[in-house]
T-cell receptor, first 114, second 114 residues
Framework: GAGVSQTPSNKVTEKGKYVELRCDPI?????LYWYRQSLGQGPEFLIY????????DSGLPNDRFFAVRPEGSVSTLKIQRTERGDSAVYLC????????????FGPGTRLLVL | GNSVTQMEGPVTLSEEAFLTINCTYT??????LFWYVQYPGEGLQLLLK?????DKGSNKGFEATYRKETTSFHLEKGSVQVSDSAVYFC?????????????FGTGTRLQVTL
């Protein structure tokens, strides 16, 4: 079956611009996670959704970052006033439900802020 | 807080050599433990997992045993192949609450040569 998909695969933007990154989870998966992976590092947790609500947003670095999942399926990560330090690969993962420990990752969106 | 420490890479081995990648963790309670693999140009894939002490996860000839007494989850393979060249990430999933956000190590790059 279809895995987690993310669009765009690459995004180049200028400092100060607004960007949106999209994630389509595996069908039927109720839990969705966003992570950020900087070069040479492991992924770092940003936010977790269970259904439509953000159950844990403790990893968002500041208020320029925001994510939504209005219908409990597709999610969008939004970054306002981008900074060069936001450049990274943004990963989305989904899992079948609350308490499920296995997450399935998408290919990521590589964001470059010039 | 939770943390994962992996041996630094790169690890360079000849084909058919024995592989060990060390991973130790710090966590409260009883986390689940994972190894993820990232092949060149691809997304993170779950390699194996273990959910309780003394469990052994295995897949594609790789094994790892959940050792609570040493807080370790070392990855092993008896005979590596060139196709195993990738970056390997050790991760843990918090056991508290319903959120299962993953905490990753920094990754270990494995290069296997003929």
């Amino acid at each position: 079956g279809a895995g987690v998909s993310q669009t765009p695969s690459n995004k180049v933007t200028e400092k100060g611009k607004y960007v949106e990154l999209r994630c389509d989870p595996i069908s039927g998966h109720t839990a969705l996670y966003w992570y950020r992976q900087s070069l040479g590092q492991g992924p770092e947790f940003l936010i977790y959704f269970q259904g439509t609500g953000a159950a844990d947003d403790s990893g968002l670095p500041n208020d320029r970052f925001f994510a939504v999942r209005p219908e409990g399926s597709v999610s969008t990560l939004k970054i306002q006033r981008t900074e060069r330090g936001d450049s990274a690969v943004y990963l989305c993962a989904s899992s079948p439900g609350a308490g499920s420990k296995t997450q399935y990752f998408g290919p990521g969106t590589r964001l470059l802020v010039l | 807080g939770n943390s994962v420490t992996q041996m630094e890479g790169p690890v360079t081995l000849s084909e058919e050599a024995f592989l060990t990648i060390n991973c130790t963790y710090t966590a409260t309670g009883y986390p689940s433990l994972f190894w993820y693999v990232q092949y060149p140009g691809e997304g993170l894939q779950l390699l194996l997992k273990a959910t309780k002490a003394d469990d052994k996860g295995s897949n594609k000839g790789f094994e790892a045993t959940y050792r609570k007494e040493t807080t370790s989850f070392h990855l092993e393979k008896g005979s590596v192949q060139v196709s195993d060249s990738a970056v390997y990430f050790c991760a843990l999933s918090d056991s508290s609450g319903t959120a299962s956000k993953l905490t990753f190590g920094t990754g270990t790059r494995l290069q296997v040569t003929l």
